[in-house]
């Protein structure tokens, strides 16, 4: 007879609302073993007594064949003392002690939820809150931990008997599956006109039938409210770009299934993994010349946002729809996305006709993730619901507990603990009180969540980001100031799990320099504790300051003044001598080394864009012009010091010259990427003589542009250098916050208060 042994185990990682109890449960069984698991705040628990054998075969098999939402990042074991108690059990969740569980992501429908929801027999049919142990809601219901029912906005909902029978039979799917419902206990559809009156028929058939009869339809997803219409209808929407005062940010189109995305998109096999996968991000994809969407749904833009359902209700919406819908988040541009039912009311007077909607509360307002595919893996644009609050994990764990508070634009927030970045989801631009009060409430959330109490803040060095008034209003913290682009380059090394030296190309709008002047053409030899600046752009002024940013046409007058072509002078004369006197006198006219403001200049001397209506812009539209079949590229001179000097205005002198030639606009806008590209590669060759790093890291909004991306990466690995870009976090101010956290935690000099 085998010696009996009993053996404590504790499983860290996200191992809670992922089906892991039942799992552990079934191979316990599986084994013939006794004793019991639990959920408590550090994770999942168990105690494992039986054969020694059939103890080391459950070991070895625990994290091989773990659930499909489980992510196992420690297993410890300790022996202890037989008991010879029979049977394997799950137990009551300890909620007691410091809280280092990880939270799901919100998760689309699974493959076996989707059946049922199809199946006529079964008590699911068509219920559009179906769910189980391995999808559904997760992050945006949770109210705190440990993940049980009674922290959840499901606790209102009590289980009917069939729902109770799932949720406490071991052999079930939905064993312990906290959101666990049906149409006799769970939540309930409503379909109610803008006064919030009842409207007839069954709600997703009755909306389904207003948007194909025009109406703007608003919807309550999983983290918020969407507005919806049909995407081929030019009336409905033109009509929400209207009521919305977005005039021309592209929309994002949901599609019932890959073959309707096929449609409307051209999909490699890497887009259709990251379309269907359990994220459900929204896939910036090549538009078909015969797309049928309306002009209104993007612009301008040779790319579309596509999206599958990720929630049955989505789904049975698509289908009763048979046709795609815009999607696009329920707000007034530049507000956080509605995801409570009377502020949402409230919010989108004038601009939905009627509300889908639901009595299951969102506890934490979640806006649609966004990536671009970028050589064969996510690109991130913007992380947040499928993806937060998953942690990233860390080169080296943080000595103190730390909250990095971004910057201004695509705000997010970062709170560490050990090894584990919490980033929060997208909370927006915080330019007002509504953004600030979700940033606010979202670092409440995560802390009690976590249970972080931050003891180094790190925040930007612009004095006037919200963030940074936040940062300093916090008591008893040690503060450390972060430079903009130190914490982008600082981002790529944390996405990248590395500690540098690197040498950073940063390109973005604009940031505080630690000069106080606006840098946004940066080439940094950096590691996470210190940077130097190498090599920048040639400052220019910004006319009128942020009007500049606004209107691109000024950045051509400061690159060019009176050499600039005739046709943008007289589109802007009735400002163009007062905007170059501002400029050449310094009036209201800060120096900058922005590539972004490069960027503007030339979509602007292009005639693409003389102001801007969403941040970027100009810049989104020059990449959307290009010709991908020029191969011509121009050329800017380098002037040798320290730092060196890059001279932008040779690129735009060389857009103006072959635009007086007759080349067209696509061809030109093509060789200004490519001309910047390869003034990248130039300068750090030049940098890599003087200092040996033969590593290179490209962070910032502008590396967005896979265009201008593509080429800077494969001409840097042309010449011998290892590139890090991005693929956990956006390149764009939304990393700002990880950023902060690497190098506050890199250069902290005080030790843990508490532990």
């Given at each position: 007879?085998?010696?009996?042994?009993?053996?404590?185990?504790?499983?860290?990682?996200?191992?809670?609302?992922?089906?892991?109890?039942?799992?552990?449960h079934?191979?316990?069984?599986?084994?013939?073993?006794?004793?019991?698991?639990?959920?408590?705040?550090?994770?999942?628990?168990?105690?494992?007594?039986?054969?020694?054998?059939?103890?080391?075969?459950?070991?070895?098999?625990?994290?091989?064949?773990?659930?499909?939402?489980?992510?196992?990042?420690?297993?410890?074991t300790?022996?202890?003392?037989?008991?010879?108690?029979?049977?394997?059990?799950?137990?009551?969740?300890?909620?007691?002690?410091?809280?280092?569980?990880?939270?799901?992501?919100?998760?689309?429908?699974?493959?076996?939820?989707?059946?049922?929801?199809?199946?006529?027999?079964?008590?699911?049919f068509?219920?559009?809150?179906?769910?189980?142990?391995?999808?559904?809601?997760?992050?945006?219901?949770?109210?705190?931990?440990?993940?049980?029912r009674?922290?959840?906005?499901?606790?209102?909902?009590?289980?009917?008997?069939?729902?109770?029978?799932?949720?406490?039979?071991?052999?079930?799917?939905?064993?312990?599956?906290?959101?666990?419902?049906?149409?006799?206990?769970?939540?309930?559809?409503?379909?109610?006109?803008?006064?919030?009156?009842?409207?007839?028929?069954?709600?997703?058939?009755?909306?389904?039938?207003?948007?194909?009869?025009?109406?703007?339809?608003?919807?309550?997803?999983?983290?918020?409210?969407?507005?919806?219409?049909?995407?081929?209808?030019?009336?409905?929407?033109?009509?929400?770009?209207?009521?919305?005062?977005?005039?021309?940010?592209?929309?994002?189109?949901?599609?019932?299934?890959?073959?309707a995305?096929?449609?409307?998109?051209?999909?490699?096999?890497?887009?259709?993994?990251?379309?269907?996968?359990?994220?459900?991000?929204?896939?910036?994809?090549?538009?078909?010349?015969?797309?049928?969407?309306?002009?209104?749904v993007?612009?301008?833009n040779?790319?579309?946002g596509?999206?599958?359902?990720?929630t049955?209700?989505?789904?049975?919406?698509?289908?009763?729809?048979?046709?795609?819908?815009?999607?696009t988040?329920?707000?007034?541009?530049?507000?956080?996305?509605?995801?409570?039912?009377?502020?949402?009311?409230?919010?989108?007077?004038?601009?939905?006709?009627?509300?889908?909607?639901?009595?299951?509360?969102?506890h934490?307002?979640?806006?649609?993730?966004?990536?671009?595919?970028?050589?064969?893996?996510?690109?991130?644009?913007?992380?947040?619901r499928?993806?937060?609050?998953?942690?990233?994990?860390?080169?080296?764990?943080?000595?103190?507990?730390?909250?990095?508070?971004?910057?201004e634009?695509?705000?997010?927030?970062?709170?560490?603990?050990?090894?584990?970045?919490?980033?929060?989801?997208?909370?927006?631009?915080?330019?007002?009180?509504?953004?600030?009060?979700?940033?606010?409430?979202?670092?409440?959330?995560?802390?009690?969540?976590f249970?972080?109490?931050?003891?180094?803040?790190?925040?930007?060095?612009?004095?006037?980001?919200?963030?940074?008034?936040?940062?300093?209003?916090?008591?008893?913290?040690?503060?450390?100031?972060?430079?903009?682009?130190?914490?982008?380059?600082?981002?790529?090394?944390a996405?990248?799990?590395?500690?540098?030296?690197?040498?950073?190309?940063?390109?973005?709008g604009?940031?505080?320099?630690?000069?106080?002047?606006?840098?946004?053409?940066?080439?940094?030899?950096?590691?996470?504790?210190?940077?130097?600046?190498?090599?920048?752009?040639?400052?220019?002024?910004?006319?009128?300051?942020?009007?500049?940013?606004?209107?691109?046409?000024?950045?051509?007058?400061?690159?060019?003044?009176?050499?600039?072509?005739?046709?943008?002078?007289?589109?802007?004369?009735k400002?163009?001598?007062?905007?170059?006197?501002?400029?050449?006198r310094?009036?209201?006219?800060?120096?900058?080394?922005?590539?972004?403001?490069?960027?503007?200049?030339?979509?602007?001397i292009?005639?693409?864009?003389?102001?801007i209506?969403?941040?970027?812009?100009?810049?989104?539209?020059?990449?959307?012009?290009?010709?991908?079949?020029?191969l011509?590229?121009?050329?800017?001179s380098?002037?040798?010091?320290a730092?060196?000097?890059?001279?932008?205005?040779?690129?735009?002198?060389?857009?103006?010259?072959?635009?007086?030639?007759?080349?067209?606009?696509?061809?030109?806008?093509?060789?200004?990427?490519?001309?910047?590209?390869?003034?990248?590669?130039?300068?750090?060759?030049?940098?890599?003589?003087?200092?040996?790093?033969?590593?290179?890291?490209?962070?910032?909004?502008?590396?967005?542009?896979v265009?201008?991306?593509?080429?800077?990466?494969?001409?840097?690995?042309?010449?011998?250098?290892?590139?890090?870009?991005?693929?956990?976090?956006?390149?764009?101010?939304?990393?700002i916050?990880?950023?902060?956290?690497?190098?506050a935690?890199?250069?902290?000099?005080?030790?843990?208060?508490?532990?």
């Amino acid at each position: 007879m085998q010696h009996s042994i009993r053996v404590g185990v504790r499983v860290e990682g996200v191992v809670q609302g992922v089906g892991f109890r039942p799992y552990v449960h079934g191979l316990a069984h599986r084994f013939g073993l006794s004793g019991r698991v639990g959920n408590d705040t550090a994770g999942v628990f168990m105690e494992i007594e039986g054969a020694e054998q059939a103890v080391s075969e459950f070991l070895a098999t625990l994290p091989a064949q773990a659930p499909p939402l489980a992510v196992i990042e420690q297993v410890r074991t300790h022996l202890l003392a037989p008991t010879g108690e029979p049977g394997f059990h799950i137990v009551s969740s300890h909620a007691a002690g410091r809280r280092d569980t990880l939270i799901s992501a919100d998760t689309a429908t699974c493959a076996d939820c989707l059946r049922e929801m199809a199946d006529p027999a079964d008590r699911r049919f068509e219920y559009p809150f179906t769910n189980c142990t391995n999808c559904g809601p997760r992050f945006t219901i949770v109210r705190d931990v440990p993940y049980d029912r009674l922290f959840t906005t499901m606790a209102p909902f009590e289980m009917c008997q069939a729902c109770s029978r799932e949720y406490h039979d071991p052999a079930d799917r939905r064993f312990h599956a906290q959101p666990v419902c049906c149409p006799a206990c769970g939540p309930r559809l409503r379909l109610i006109d803008a006064n919030g009156a009842e409207l007839p028929g069954e709600p997703i058939a009755a909306a389904a039938e207003l948007l194909r009869a025009g109406v703007v339809l608003a919807v309550k997803g999983l983290g918020g409210f969407h507005v919806a219409a049909l995407a081929a209808d030019a009336v409905a929407t033109a009509e929400l770009r209207a009521r919305k005062h977005r005039e021309d940010k592209p929309f994002a189109v949901m599609v019932a299934d890959l073959d309707a995305a096929r449609q409307l998109c051209e999909i490699d096999p890497v887009g259709e993994q990251v379309l269907s996968g359990r994220r459900r991000p929204v896939v910036l994809l090549t538009k078909r010349p015969d797309a049928p969407v309306a002009p209104a749904v993007a612009p301008g833009n040779r790319n579309l946002g596509l999206m599958l359902p990720y929630t049955p209700l989505h789904h049975l919406l698509l289908r009763d729809t048979a046709a795609p819908i815009v999607l696009t988040s329920g707000n007034i541009s530049d507000e956080p996305i509605a995801y409570q039912d009377d502020d949402a009311r409230q919010r989108l007077t004038g601009i939905a006709d009627a509300y889908l909607t639901h009595n299951r509360a969102i506890h934490m307002r979640t806006d649609d993730s966004v990536v671009r595919v970028f050589r064969g893996a996510e690109l991130p644009v913007r992380r947040s619901r499928g993806y937060a609050p998953e942690p990233l994990t860390l080169a080296q764990p943080v000595p103190c507990p730390i909250l990095g508070c971004g910057a201004e634009l695509k705000s997010t927030f970062c709170l560490a603990r050990g090894r584990h970045a919490f980033i929060s989801h997208h909370i927006g631009d915080l330019e007002n009180y509504e953004t600030l009060r979700s940033f606010t409430e979202g670092v409440e959330h995560f802390r009690r969540l976590f249970d972080i109490t931050p003891e180094i803040v790190a925040h930007d060095l612009h004095p006037e980001y919200l963030s940074t008034k936040y940062a300093v209003d916090l008591a008893d913290v040690e503060l450390v100031g972060v430079q903009h682009h130190h914490a982008h380059i600082a981002s790529c090394l944390a996405d990248n799990r590395e500690v540098g030296p690197v040498l950073g190309v940063a390109f973005d709008g604009t940031g505080y320099g630690s000069d106080g002047t606006l840098w946004g053409g940066e080439f940094l030899l950096t590691d996470l504790t210190r940077f130097q600046r190498m090599a920048h752009l040639v400052p220019v002024p910004l006319p009128g300051g942020t009007a500049a940013i606004r209107q691109p046409w000024r950045m051509a007058a400061s690159y060019l003044g009176s050499d600039a072509p005739q046709d943008l002078i007289q589109r802007n004369a009735k400002h163009w001598d007062a905007v170059l006197a501002m400029a050449s006198r310094g009036v209201n006219s800060p120096m900058t080394s922005s590539a972004g403001r490069l960027f503007d200049a030339v979509a602007a001397i292009l005639g693409i864009r003389d102001s801007i209506n969403y941040e970027g812009q100009a810049a989104v539209e020059l990449e959307q012009r290009a010709d991908l079949t020029e191969l011509g590229s121009y050329s800017a001179s380098i002037t040798e010091g320290a730092p060196l000097q890059v001279h932008g205005v040779d690129l735009v002198q060389a857009v103006v010259a072959d635009l007086r030639a007759g080349v067209t606009p696509e061809a030109i806008a093509t060789r200004f990427h490519h001309g910047l590209a390869d003034t990248i590669v130039r300068v750090c060759l030049m940098l890599r003589d003087i200092t040996g790093i033969d590593v290179a890291a490209l962070s910032g909004g502008v590396f967005q542009n896979v265009l201008l991306l593509e080429r800077t990466v494969a001409a840097l690995e042309n010449v011998g250098f290892r590139v890090l870009t991005h693929s956990r976090v956006p390149p764009n101010d939304a990393g700002i916050s990880l950023g902060q956290v690497a190098v506050a935690a890199a250069t902290a000099q005080s030790g843990c208060r508490t532990r």
